[in-house]
């Protein structure tokens, strides 16, 4: 039988936090420390393209960096045992990254909204989900932002 890897744990243990933790920094810390460079976790997923995934990130960005932030340099990592997404992007030019889990329709957003003696980190909750036929809904998680 083939040992699961060490970053199935740690999926776990980042959706029960994401889905009960109040505090979103520990939240944002638990996913920036323990799976972020976690090679065995990178290397699990594979890049695609996900419309509705952008486009509620696009949503955190109006809300939270600007009216008019774009997104560039996105790349979406999609990992099927989990139905879990991540990945870096730069929302309105802020360097950002994020996760999801679709099965729960629940994920983050953090956004470096500042460097130096100015930084301070955005970590926004989110519920989107697909609707068939439909598009897309986008629903803020309390607490949305810290």
Excluded: C, W
Aim: glycine share 8%; hydrophobic share 40%.
């Amino acid at each position: 039988m083939k040992a699961r890897p060490d970053y199935f744990g740690k999926l776990e243990e980042l959706s029960d936090l994401l889905q009960n933790e109040q505090d979103l920094v520990v939240v944002g810390k638990y996913f920036l420390d323990n799976l972020s460079d976690d090679r065995n976790f990178i290397s699990a997923g594979k890049l695609v393209k996900d419309k509705m995934i952008k486009q509620v990130l696009k949503e955190v960005g109006k809300q939270f960096v600007s009216p008019d932030a774009k997104i560039t340099n996105m790349l979406i990592t999609y990992i099927k045992e989990f139905d879990f997404y991540h990945g870096p992007l730069f929302l309105g030019g802020k360097p950002s990254s994020f996760f999801y889990y679709t099965k729960l329709q629940i994920g983050m957003a953090m956004i470096i909204q500042g460097m130096g003696n100015n930084s301070n980190t955005s970590f926004v909750r989110f519920r989107a989900a697909k609707l068939p036929g439909k598009g897309f809904a986008v629903v803020p998680h309390n607490p949305t932002i810290q």
